[in-house]
């Protein structure tokens, strides 16, 4: 009977010791996935397109260790690290900053304009020539300009978008 009990006694405190390894592991696991992206989401606050790169990496980490990240979500109270209000508020800002730069880039190439408009008007000969080609450089680079930075827009306001669906 005293061998039972000292097996009995020794199983048991196998069991106390492994739940305490896995406690411990688990609790790693958290640690490191907080390390990681903790200043992902930083990053991304402060850089809206690094949420496309970032996305992806927690997705996958998501599915290797989808217990930690449960545990993450209960903690903070949403998806972590990238919640749905963080990927809406990215967007947001990418719309945000879009529409300023629209709105500076207009008003650059409209004074760039209406100085080589000024310099077309008073110029004769060869002079105006040379204006009337620096005006339509102007106007082609301003479209040329506008046209690389929506791109750039679209697609970041697209995939964006995706993460969202």
Do not use: C
């Not at 980490?61 to 990927?87: N, W």
């Not at 791109?151 to 669906?165: G, I, N, Q, S, W």
């Amino acid at each position: 009977m005293p061998e039972v009990l000292l097996v009995a006694g020794v199983a048991a405190l196998a069991w106390v010791i492994r739940q305490g390894f896995n406690r411990r592991d688990r609790n790693a696991i958290i640690l490191a996935i907080v390390r990681t992206f903790g200043p992902a989401r930083a990053a991304v606050q402060t850089d809206p397109k690094q949420l496309l790169a970032w996305h992806p990496i927690a997705e996958a980490t998501r599915k290797l260790f989808p217990a930690a990240f449960d545990a993450l979500d209960a903690a903070s109270g949403g998806r972590f690290p990238f919640s749905r209000e963080l990927v809406e508020g990215a967007h947001a800002k990418v719309s945000s900053e879009w529409l300023a730069w629209e709105k500076a880039h207009d008003e650059e190439y409209r004074i760039k304009g209406a100085a080589a408009e000024q310099d077309l008007a008073a110029a004769s000969g060869e002079a105006a020539a040379l204006a009337r080609a620096r005006l339509d450089r102007i106007q082609h680079e301003k479209i040329e300009r506008y046209q690389q930075r929506y791109e750039e827009y679209v697609r970041t306001a697209k995939a964006l978008r995706a993460l969202l669906e």
